[in-house]
């Protein structure tokens, strides 16, 4: 689906309005379906530039290509088309973990070769028993987010094990004694989820204990068994997406929700194709 970004797009790049720059594929992981309004992935992993590109003028499609690289892992759901980035700055969207062993945490377990990970083959289990709340907290995961605004966002990629979630809480600590929760209610339901949670709610939400800034010292997340029987959550990403000083030019220019998704294997190099149709 072309966005209403990337008609505007290619508007001005006809009207030579916009300078010619290469193109980038952006993948994800999201599920929700393409929809006009869209400015980016809903959970993105990463973007690759297009190395070649062609046109199919007897069905209006351009086919572009990009490689994805040896390094990666994923399931692939969701795939975007982008122009070439302008100069990034520190506030710009990025992850914060990809929860790959590489952070510290004081409960919960890394799970490699996860079944139920879409990045990397490795997630982080938190299990809680019925009725009691267990938190995890990270050991030195620093993120100076203060100069994002109450139209950012931070996005969390999670799968519920099971019907018996209460509830998440994201926590953003400035030290141990300021931060921020955040709460995430159970779906009831088993399977994949992300949530996009903007700061304006995080610091609205009535849960702040202390003083906190967005000058974050370390992560929490607390995950709440219902009174019946135990539960377990398997956390596969969180990023933060920079939203209020999104430039048209840098928007998604077309956003496709993939009905069989890709198997990126590591250890491999893979060629992804972006066809875009202009009806």
Same mark, same amino acid.
């Given at each position: 689906m072309i966005t209403n970004v990337g008609k505007r797009h290619m508007l001005n790049y006809i009207a030579n309005k916009l300078p010619d720059r290469s193109r980038y594929i952006g993948i994800g992981?999201?599920?929700?379906?393409?929809?006009?309004?869209?400015?980016?992935?809903?959970?993105?992993?990463?973007?690759?530039?297009?190395?070649?590109?062609y046109i199919d003028y007897a069905n209006n499609t351009i086919i572009m290509k990009a490689e994805l690289p040896i390094q990666l892992s994923a399931t692939i759901t969701e795939i975007g088309l982008f122009p070439g980035s302008s100069a990034m700055n520190a506030y710009?969207?990025?992850?914060?973990?990809f929860f790959n062993n590489d952070v510290i945490w004081s409960n919960g377990t890394y799970i490699d070769d996860s079944a139920v990970s879409k990045i990397n083959k490795t997630s982080f289990k938190v299990t809680a028993n019925s009725g009691a709340s267990v938190l995890a907290k990270s050991s030195s995961l620093p993120a100076d987010m203060t100069g994002y605004s109450n139209d950012d966002s931070l996005s969390i990629a999670f799968y519920e094990n099971d019907t018996n979630l209460d509830y998440i809480e994201?926590?953003?600590? *400035? #030290?141990? $004694?300021?931060?921020y929760t955040y709460r995430i209610e159970g779906a009831n339901t088993v399977g994949h989820r992300v949530v996009q949670i903007p700061f304006s709610s995080i610091i609205t939400q009535n849960n702040t204990t202390g003083s906190p800034t967005l000058n974050i010292e370390n992560f929490g997340l607390r995950v709440k068994a219902n *009174? #019946?029987? $135990?539960?377990?959550?398997?956390?596969?990403?969180?990023?933060?997406?920079?939203?209020?000083?999104f430039v048209e030019e840098n928007g998604i220019i077309?956003?496709?929700v993939l009905a069989t998704p890709i198997q990126k294997e590591f250890g491999s190099l893979l060629d992804i194709e972006y066809r875009l149709v202009v009806d």
């Open positions: 992981i999201g599920s929700t379906a393409a929809n006009v309004s869209d400015t980016k992935l809903e959970f993105e992993i990463n973007k690759y530039k297009v190395y070649t590109s710009d969207s990025k992850f914060i973990t994201l926590v953003l600590y *400035s #030290s141990d $004694n300021n931060y *009174s #019946s029987t $135990n539960t377990s959550v398997d956390f596969d990403g969180l990023r933060v997406n920079d939203n209020d000083t077309s956003r496709a």
